[in-house]
């Protein structure tokens, strides 16, 4: 069965500087990862996902994620925040060649400061 | 505007009413997905329909009862809820039941049980 770490349930940024949110995934077999956000009172929007292409994958909005396998992780950043990227994010995992669920983590809410 | 619809947004009901949830997709897509969000809680899936036949309930209670009339439509019909009922209901769909496939969702019904 899969699982997602995703440490630190807060994050806090200054305008303009880099976002790292951080997410570690357990999987017996090669996994596929998304990133989704949350902004207020909406419903979630994917932000990029990887399916065993590219180990780098973009997104929108600025941000990417790196797919680490031998640290398991998958780390979403930005290298400059803005105002507007104030919003939950949650990393999720599924695994490949199967029908299994996502199964999403608890969530980072990242606050960025003028 | 991610193609799926959620109505009401908003749902205030008492311990012994009956009410309803409802969900459209305009995406084409096959399978549709009830999730329950709480604070502090990861989303948890509670029902899957894959081409309108239940394929997943995650030991949600009685009181939540799924309806799929066709691929594009879902309802969950809620009665005798509880106060810890209270939370955010999120329908989604994706192309398909398959892992890799990118689940969309809609902005949520949120709902108060008094």
């Known amino acids: 069965a899969q699982s997602v770490t995703q440490l630190g349930s807060h994050v806090s940024v200054s305008e303009g500087a880099l976002v790292l949110l951080r997410c570690n995934y357990s999987?017996?077999?090669?996994?596929?990862l998304f990133w989704y956000v949350q902004y207020p009172n909406q419903g979630l929007q994917l932000l990029l996902k990887?399916?065993?292409?590219?180990?780098l994958v973009k997104g929108i909005n600025g941000f990417e994620a790196e797919f680490k396998k031998s640290e398991t992780s998958f780390h979403l950043t930005k290298p400059s925040a803005h105002m507007s990227d104030a919003a939950e994010y949650f990393c999720a995992v599924s695994d490949q060649g199967g029908s299994e669920k996502l199964v999403f983590g608890k969530g980072t809410k990242l606050t960025v400061n003028p | 505007e991610t193609g799926v619809t959620q109505t009401p947004r908003h749902l205030v009901m008492g311990m012994t009413n009956k009410k309803s949830l409802k969900c459209e997709q305009h995406l084409g897509h096959n399978a549709m997905y009830w999730y329950k969000q709480s604070a502090k809680k990861p989303l948890e899936l509670m029902f899957v329909y894959s081409l309108e036949e239940r394929v997943e309930n995650n030991s949600v209670p009685s009181r939540f009862s799924p309806e799929c009339p066709n691929s594009s439509h879902l309802f969950l019909h809620l009665h005798t809820l509880q106060p810890e009922d209270s939370a955010l209901y999120l329908c989604?769909?994706?192309?398909?039941?398959?892992?890799?496939?990118?689940?969309?969702f809609g902005e949520g019904s949120w709902l108060t049980v008094v």
């Open positions: 999987s017996s077999v090669p996994p596929y």
């Open positions: 989604a769909s994706s192309p398909g039941q398959a892992s890799g496939n990118t689940i969309y």
């Open positions: 990887y399916t065993s292409a590219a180990t």
